[in-house]
């Protein structure tokens, strides 16, 4: 596994395992155990996923195998929109969360979204970062101007921002207002998420046939070589396995160009987050993605 630096100095592993929409608890710590055993160390989960329980079985069952110890695990979560209503409504969010988890710590937690009072929310996971049971801080789906505006307003700047990139949008720009604050860009949907289908793209066949890989490969790669900390999610075995298997080829500068002229300028998210009847709705509980 190849690591990043965050910027309060922790080691942040470049490939993680995402498990979205697995609500199913057996299923859910089944893959995430599968996953460990494969060499992932890095899981990505979050509040409203309702799995942080699973998350944790699928951990103490790899730990228990003598696979892995806690110590070599970087494990995320993400507090909800609305737990950020206020300071103590966050705080409590983040006990419960690391109470599900069963976990003492988590090596990363996240603002999910910048809806609610997510300064207040802020707040609460600053002190947490400082009382040890958040070893790293970030936000997710935070839009340059977003970004900026809070990093030049928090105490503690964010170690990481989760954010939607994928070949069909590839957010450069988000990319560069990143690299000026020192925060980390991780990849929400680095296959397409299954709103997009790059598995079918000619382009990207070519490529992956040339270095005997995938185009799932090819993409988590792409974004890998330009900085990116990838956490792609799937429930299939063989497919878990293929996707950590990035480790040993080198895309070219072409090949990354090539890559990146797949942009649309747009992503699945953008027409929600744009959307106010979207941030209405979300604040009203009524959906959670
Ligand atoms: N912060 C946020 O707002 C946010 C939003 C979305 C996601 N996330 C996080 O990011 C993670 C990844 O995003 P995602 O789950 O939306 O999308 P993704 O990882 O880009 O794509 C997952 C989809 O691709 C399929 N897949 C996986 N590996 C494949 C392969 N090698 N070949 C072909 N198909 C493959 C999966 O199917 P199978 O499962 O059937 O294999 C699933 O349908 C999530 O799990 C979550 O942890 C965060």
Same mark, same amino acid.
């Given at each position: 596994m190849e690591y990043v630096t965050l910027n309060n100095h922790l080691k942040m592993p470049v490939l993680g395992f995402g498990v979205f929409r697995v609500p199913d608890k057996n299923e859910c710590a089944e893959i995430v155990y599968q996953a460990i055993k494969a060499g992932y160390r890095l899981i990505d989960t979050a509040a409203? !996923?309702?799995n942080e329980d699973a998350v944790g079985d699928g951990i103490r069952k790899a730990m228990s195998e003598g696979?892995? +110890?806690? $110590?070599d695990l970087f494990i995320t979560s993400k507090l909800w929109v609305q737990d950020m209503k206020d300071f103590d409504s966050a705080k409590q969010a983040i006990d419960t969360s690391l109470k599900k988890s069963g976990l $003492?710590? /988590? #090596?990363l937690y996240l *603002?999910?979204?910048? *809806? =609610? #009072?997510y300064f207040a929310a802020w707040r609460a996971l600053e002190v947490a970062y400082k009382e040890g049971k958040l070893k790293s801080i970030g936000v997710s789906n935070f839009y340059p101007h977003i970004l900026t505006n809070f990093c030049e307003t928090v105490e503690i700047k964010p170690m990481v921002n989760q954010i939607e990139l994928h070949p069909y949008f590839i957010q450069e720009d988000a990319l560069k207002v990143m690299k000026e604050y020192n925060v980390i860009p991780e990849a929400w949907a @680095? *296959?397409?998420?299954?709103? !997009?289908? @790059? /598995?079918?793209d000619q382009m990207l066949q070519e490529i992956a046939t040339k270095y005997n890989k995938t185009v799932g490969q090819v993409i988590l790669r792409w974004n890998i070589q330009r900085g990116v900390v990838v956490i792609p999610k799937s429930t299939h075995q063989e497919r878990i396995v293929e996707n950590i298997d990035v480790f040993d080829f080198c895309l070219n500068d072409e090949e990354m160009k090539l890559i990146s002229s *797949? #942009?649309?300028? !747009? =992503? =699945? +998210?953008r027409t929600k987050h744009f959307d106010p009847e979207f941030v209405k709705t979300v604040l009203a509980n009524k959906i959670h993605d």
């Open positions: 409203v !996923y309702t696979i892995c +110890s806690r $110590e $003492e710590y /988590f #090596d *603002l999910h979204q910048a *809806l =609610g #009072d @680095p *296959l397409g998420g299954g709103r !997009y289908n @790059p /598995f079918e *797949l #942009d649309k300028g !747009y =992503g =699945g +998210s």
